[in-house]
């Protein structure tokens, strides 16, 4: 089996919302430029589960 990072967040505890990134070909973390924060965990894994700009998954 092999893992493959395609997303990463982090929270922002001041402004209690979620920071979104994603992996690059150049395998650096770069802010989703279409929703660079969402205010909930559930929200993020929506956005990567959707991959509606194929940012994620291709």
């Given amino acids: 089996m092999t893992e493959i990072p395609v997303a990463k ?3 922002v ?3 209690k919302v979620w920071k979104v990134y994603l992996m690059r070909q150049d395998l650096k973390r770069h802010g989703y430029a ?3 924060e969402v205010p ?3 929200d993020f ?3 990567v ?6 940012c994620f998954f291709g």
Avoid at 49 to 54: P, T
């Fill in 40 to 42: 909930r965990f559930e």
């Fill in 49 to 54: 589960r959707e991959d509606a700009q194929a």
């Fill in 34 to 36: 279409p929703a660079p």
């Fill in 9 to 11: 967040t982090t929270h």
């Fill in 13 to 15: 505890k001041s402004r």
């Fill in 45 to 47: 894994l929506n956005l």
